[in-house]
């Protein structure tokens, strides 16, 4: 830019520095938006302004939101009514208008991320205001739920550790309405991301439900990807597609519930899969290895649970009933 300007009282040479830094209308602008936030704008380096505004201390989550975006509502602004000026019909920056559009988009930005905040009155009362909010301490307890009477509940998760090797691991926890333990495995992969294993995890947990006869169960999973791709029967993710397939083909017949829980409520399927893919052993412990067909879930329990002490020797139970006993009252 080397013309005269059209920002000043008296005309000077243009530079972007001086258009949206030095000029009598940038330092109006940014001392406008900036005064009432505590930032005194006295022109200079484009770059260094920014950060004064991007490095302020904030009080809160919605200050700090209105000092990042308001320099470059700022910026983009200036940039409009200069080319209005140069290439338009316009003869001169019109600065009531800048500052009500400014405001305008700061209000749109802020109410997109936060609709409940109060932005009604003039720049500096939305200023004072926002400085004050005190952020509101919202909890819920997480915990694991029992399914309905009558029901069991197959939790499972999956880890992906190592892009090198594609190592992973999924594990899985089977419950009764009780909360009694009647499966779990923990089981050493291989696949391509994290939402694959946990896709693994899920079509493991479905096929050993067919093969041991449970037709009324419901599979709770931390993975809200993987739950909507469940839920609604197919997705278009090609890497994920031929397993979402299998895992729907399997539920064919059986009633299934799906649905997503917090992975704090989802901590002993999460040990069991980090236990296979770091340690690289399969773990599985089960009441029966037949096929039983399907009945009310509280008499299989109670056929497998007598099935399950008999075999409290073996190897392979002992080292996942260890692991995973201490956790399984959440």
């Given at each position: ?9 008296i005309l000077q ?10 000029s009598?209308?940038?330092k109006h602008?940014w ?6 936030l505590?930032?005194?704008?006295q022109g200079?380096?484009?770059r ?5 505004w ?10 700090k ?13 200036i940039?409009k009514n ?11 920056y ?16 802020i ?7 109060d ?10 205001r926002?400085?004050r ?16 009477t ?5 939790n ?7 892009e090198?090797?594609s ?11 009780t909360?009694?333990?009647i ?5 050493p ?14 079509l493991?947990?479905?096929?050993w ?5 449970y037709?009324k169960?419901d599979?709770?999973l931390?993975?809200m990807v993987?739950?909507n ?9 090609l890497?994920l597609k031929n397993?979402?397939?299998?895992t729907?083909?399997?539920m ?5 519930s799906?649905s997503?829980c917090?992975?704090?409520?989802n901590?002993?399927a999460?040990f ?5 893919s ?8 089960s009441?029966?290895?037949r096929?039983v ?17 008999a075999s ?11 692991s995973i ?5 959440e």
């Amino acid at each position: 830019m080397d013309t005269k300007c059209l920002c000043c009282t008296i005309l000077q040479n243009e530079s972007i520095q001086h258009v949206f830094s030095d000029s009598e209308m940038a330092k109006h602008i940014w001392n406008y938006f900036g005064n009432p936030l505590g930032i005194n704008h006295q022109g200079g380096n484009i770059r260094i302004l920014f950060n004064a505004w991007w490095n302020m201390n904030t009080a809160n989550s919605v200050h700090k939101m209105v000092q990042q975006i308001t320099p470059m509502c700022i910026a983009w602004e200036i940039w409009k009514n200069w080319a209005s000026c140069r290439y338009g019909d316009q003869t001169k920056y019109l600065i009531s208008r800048m500052e009500v559009q400014i405001l305008w988009n700061i209000k749109a930005a802020i109410r997109v991320a936060f609709p409940t905040c109060d932005l009604t009155g003039k720049w500096v009362q939305i200023c004072t205001r926002i400085e004050r909010y005190k952020p509101i301490v919202r909890w819920r307890q997480v915990v694991w739920t029992k399914p309905a009477t009558e029901r069991i509940k197959f939790n499972t998760d999956g880890s992906y550790m190592q892009e090198s090797i594609s190592r992973a691991g999924i594990g899985g926890v089977l419950r009764d309405d009780t909360g009694h333990l009647i499966m779990a495995f923990s089981v050493p992969t291989q696949c391509k991301s994290n939402n694959q294993a946990e896709a693994m995890a899920a079509l493991y947990a479905i096929e050993w439900c067919n093969r041991a006869g449970y037709d009324k169960y419901d599979l709770e999973l931390d993975s809200m990807v993987i739950t909507n791709m469940l839920e609604e029967k197919d997705t278009n993710n090609l890497k994920l597609k031929n397993i979402i397939k299998r895992t729907v083909n399997a539920m064919e017949g059986a009633e299934v519930s799906i649905s997503h829980c917090y992975r704090e409520a989802n901590k002993v399927a999460d040990f069991l899969d980090k236990l296979a893919s770091s340690s690289g052993n399969e773990g599985l412990t089960s009441p029966s290895r037949r096929k039983v067909k399907a009945r009310s879930a509280e008499k299989v329990r109670r056929k497998h649970m007598g099935m399950l002490e008999a075999s409290a020797g073996s190897s392979t139970h002992s080292i996942v009933q260890s692991s995973i006993g201490p956790l399984c009252s959440e």
